[in-house]
């Protein structure tokens, strides 16, 4: 028996086509709900979710995390980044910025979890999802500390990860093989 929990993971994907509709604010609320309840070291929840649906910034954003990218050792990134088509949100409507406290007891681990909580409930209503770390080259130097001023986070936040969000252009069935030799049992 399969609930609608473990049917939403196992249904989920990572989207990358979207079309132009908006994601509504029913929807993000949705979400950030989801991601809200995640768990966190200690209760701490020093977590803070940022709603981009501004498309200037959207691309001001992909042009620096591009930039970014394109500098580091690795050959893979580099090439993606040097396309100029590419686009690091894949045209998505909306981006959700996860950013944690940088003093926070395990706020890596805390801002993972919210970020899953948001791919499964956007998956759960409907929406497309992608975990996007690209963005985090547009907060180096400079360039990072003005964008970090734009989006308004809190003094000591910085991101961690970002979800790019969206109506699915094509509803994914893709089901890639999974390891079956991963777990083991001690009794």
């Given at each position: 028996?399969?609930?609608?929990?473990?049917?939403?993971?196992?249904?989920?994907?990572?989207?990358?086509?979207?079309?132009?509709?908006?994601?509504?604010?029913?929807?993000?609320?949705?979400?950030?709900?989801?991601?809200?309840?995640?768990?966190?070291?200690?209760?701490?929840?020093?977590?803070?979710?940022?709603?981009?649906?501004?498309?200037?910034?959207?691309?001001?954003?992909?042009?620096?995390?591009?930039?970014?990218?394109?500098?580091?050792?690795?050959?893979?990134?580099?090439?993606?980044?040097?396309?100029?088509?590419?686009?690091?949100?894949?045209?998505?409507?909306?981006?959700?910025?996860v950013s944690g406290k940088v003093d926070g007891?395990?706020?890596?681990?805390?801002?993972?979890?919210?970020?899953?909580?948001?791919?499964?409930?956007?998956?759960?209503?409907?929406?497309?999802?992608?975990?996007?770390?690209?963005?985090?080259?547009?907060?180096?130097?400079?360039?990072?500390?003005?964008?970090?001023?734009?989006?308004?986070?809190?003094?000591?936040?910085?991101?961690?990860?970002?979800?790019?969000?969206?109506?699915?252009?094509?509803?994914?069935?893709?089901?890639?093989?999974?390891?079956?030799?991963?777990?083991?049992?001690?009794?």
């Amino acid at each position: 028996m399969v609930n609608d929990v473990l049917a939403a993971i196992k249904r989920r994907r990572s989207i990358r086509a979207f079309t132009e509709a908006p994601v509504t604010v029913e929807e993000v609320q949705t979400v950030l709900e989801a991601a809200v309840y995640a768990p966190s070291a200690g209760n701490q929840q020093l977590w803070h979710f940022t709603v981009i649906q501004n498309q200037q910034l959207l691309a001001d954003l992909n042009v620096r995390a591009k930039a970014g990218a394109a500098q580091i050792d690795n050959e893979h990134i580099q090439q993606l980044a040097k396309n100029e088509k590419f686009n690091i949100f894949y045209g998505a409507s909306t981006v959700i910025l996860v950013s944690g406290k940088v003093d926070g007891m395990a706020i890596e681990a805390d801002c993972a979890a919210a970020t899953q909580n948001i791919l499964l409930a956007a998956e759960s209503i409907g929406l497309g999802a992608c975990w996007i770390n690209l963005i985090l080259f547009a907060f180096a130097g400079e360039a990072g500390k003005q964008f970090s001023q734009q989006l308004g986070l809190p003094p000591r936040y910085k991101p961690f990860y970002s979800v790019a969000l969206g109506h699915k252009k094509v509803d994914s069935v893709n089901i890639p093989h999974r390891k079956k030799d991963v777990v083991n049992y001690i009794k």
